[in-house]
T-cell receptor
Framework: GAVVSQHPSRVICKSGTSVKIECRSL??????MFWYRQFPKQSLMLMAT?????????EQGVEKDKFLINHASLTLSTLTVTSAHPEDSSFYIC?????????????FGQGTRLTVV | GEDVEQSLFLSVREGDSSVINCTYT??????LYWYKQEPGAGLQLLTY?????DMKQDQRLTVLLNKKDKHLSLRIADTQTGDSAIYFC????????????FGAGTTVTVRA
């Protein structure tokens, strides 16, 4: 199957700094990527839909200035957590669907464990 | 949007069958999915079913869909220790809506 690579897998940062997480589709092109947040022992919460070449669409309650999303190419989307605080500590997962393949599987990255100290 | 519910825990003996159940609210869901998540990892798609199907079988996995009751189940035959994980069901609405709504996940524990 197609591969989605997420980097870094783990990151620890100081409170007030910014952290960038990358999501790459390695062997396919993705016009749309999704960013999820997962709290311990809970489900995935969709944060935003990242569209190549246009602004991301954020879900209700997600601060767009806090979680900056850039989808500059068909194979790369980035999520930047700005001015991180301990409550931003979480597991962040991206997913991507192949262009022209509606309704089929979304491939997930391996996730990024963010710890803000 | 879609609300998806599933039971939180399942304990099963090695070699037995596991059945994980899921209910959803949006009758227009076009595709329904089962994902597996191992500790500290992303999600791995196990299988998916199109809404006009009742059943789909893939090796040890059998998916049953009851559209009338909006009920989806995943049966794992001959459950192995490597099947211990969290299993999520998810639904997407329509071929142009790539958003997935996930259930809370069922933690499956396989005991020897």
């Amino acid at each position: 199957g197609a591969v989605v690579s997420q980097h870094p897998s783990r990151v620890i940062c100081k409170s007030g700094t910014s952290v960038k997480i990358e999501c790459r589709s390695l062997d396919f092109q993705a016009t749309t990527m999704f960013w999820y947040r997962q709290f311990p022992k809970q489900s995935l919460m969709l944060m935003a839909t990242s569209n190549e070449g246009s602004k991301a669409t954020y879900e209700q309650g997600v601060e767009k200035d806090k979680f900056l999303i850039n989808h500059a190419s068909l194979t790369l989307s980035t999520l930047t957590v700005t001015s991180a605080h301990p409550e931003d500590s979480s597991f962040y997962i991206c997913s991507a669907r192949e262009m022209g393949q509606p309704g089929t599987e979304a491939f997930f990255g391996q996730g990024t464990r963010l710890t803000v100290v | 949007g879609e609300d998806v519910e599933q039971s939180l825990f399942l304990s099963v003996r090695e070699g037995d069958s596991s059945v994980i159940n899921c209910t959803y609210t949006d009758s227009s869901s076009t595709y329904l999915y089962w994902y597996k998540q191992e500790p500290g990892a992303g999600l791995q798609l196990l299988t998916y079913i199109f809404s006009n199907m009742d059943m789909k079988q893939d090796q040890r996995l059998t998916v049953l869909l009851n559209k009338k009751d909006k009920h989806l189940s995943l049966r794992i035959a001959d459950t192995q220790t490597g099947d211990s994980a969290i299993y999520f069901c998810a639904g997407s609405a329509g071929s142009n809506d790539y958003k997935l709504s996930f259930g809370a996940g069922t933690t499956v524990t396989v005991r020897a």
